[in-house]
């Protein structure tokens, strides 16, 4: 337990500050497995528009610090190669 009153405030601002980027990572991971879900499909069109969503959240991500930019870009690239994948 936190022994003085602006350690119990940091203790209570840091689990919201947790549950909120919880939030958005999952939310992350369910955009992927959908986007994921598409390429394996050979939906093109649909994925092409998914991707874009997908991106955005991860950049949004990395500029929060939720992610590390290069994490962020490593994925991107990821999945624009498998994108490109789909014939």
């Not at 986007?35 to 991707?51: M, P, T, Y």
Request: charged share 35%; glycine share 2%.
């Amino acid at each position: 337990m936190p022994q003085r009153k602006c350690a119990a405030k940091r203790l209570r601002i840091d689990k919201k500050l947790k549950l909120h980027n919880n939030q958005l990572k999952i939310d992350i991971k369910k955009e992927l497995k959908s986007f994921r879900a598409l390429v394996a499909d050979g939906k093109k069109s649909e994925a092409q528009e998914k991707i874009k969503i997908v991106f955005a959240k991860l950049d949004r991500a990395s500029t929060k610090g939720i992610l590390h930019k290069n994490t962020a870009a490593r994925r991107k690239s990821n999945l624009s190669t498998a994108l490109n994948s789909i014939k």
